[in-house]
T-cell receptor
């Protein structure tokens, strides 16, 4: 079984300050990890993914995430937050094994509010 | 627009009625997924197609739910005898063929309200 935990329901940050959204995962095999963002009444937009290789991955809109295998974490970061980054962020995991199927398991989401 | 398209965007129906949603994936994608998202929660997997074959179904997909992808292109999700608990956003996603390490691209979703 695979699972994702996003321990914070909401993160508040001032514009221009660093933003971190936490994610920990559990999967039996090697993980494929993803971050998506959702704006009100919209679908999910892909931000970035970790498949293999460098633990620090860079994605869209200045976001990056660090894969930490020992801590089973994949925290999302942005050095300087913008008001337009205010949205709902989802972390997701998929088991890389062939027998594991292709479904993504999502965390419960973290609402980010960036104040001017 | 070459993204994933879902129709309708919103549907209000009375309890007990049947509803059908359509998803058109990105044209070169052969994998298609349906998810359900309730308010304040993350999306939950419902089912997955590779071409026209339905390869995986969640236990969330009760007997009242059926999904098809008859020609390996668009897909439909039907809910029979709707219940108030079916009210949710239904999301469709697709991904590239033969690359299981790629991301899924999501549509805008269909928001269902059962009254």
């Amino acid at each position: 079984a695979q699972s994702v935990a996003q321990p914070e329901d909401q993160v508040n940050v001032a514009e221009g300050n660093p933003l971190t959204v936490k994610c920990t995962y559990s999967v039996s095999g090697n993980p494929y990890l993803f971050w998506y963002v959702q704006y009100p009444n919209r679908g999910l937009q892909f931000l970035l993914k970790y498949i293999t290789g460098d633990n620090l991955v860079k994605g869209s809109y200045g976001f990056e995430a660090e894969f930490n295998k020992s801590q089973t974490s994949f925290h999302l970061k942005k050095p300087s937050a913008l008001v337009s980054d205010s949205a709902l962020y989802f972390c997701a995991v998929r088991d890389a094994g062939k027998a594991a199927g292709n479904k993504l398991t999502f965390g419960g989401g973290t609402r980010v509010l960036v104040k001017p | 627009d070459t993204g994933v398209s879902q129709d309708p965007r919103h549907k209000i129906t009375k309890r007990g009625q049947n509803v059908t949603f359509r998803c058109d994936p990105i044209s070169e994608h052969n994998r298609l997924y349906w998810y359900r998202q309730t308010l304040g929660q993350g999306p939950e997997f419902l089912t997955y197609f590779q071409n026209e074959a339905q390869l995986e179904k969640s236990r969330l997909l009760s007997d009242r739910f059926s999904a098809e992808r008859p020609k390996g292109s668009f897909s439909t999700l039907e809910i029979q005898r709707t219940e108030q608990g079916d009210s949710a956003m239904y999301l469709c996603a697709s991904s590239f063929p033969d690359r299981k390490n790629t991301e899924a691209f999501f549509g805008q979703g269909t928001r269902l309200t059962v009254v």
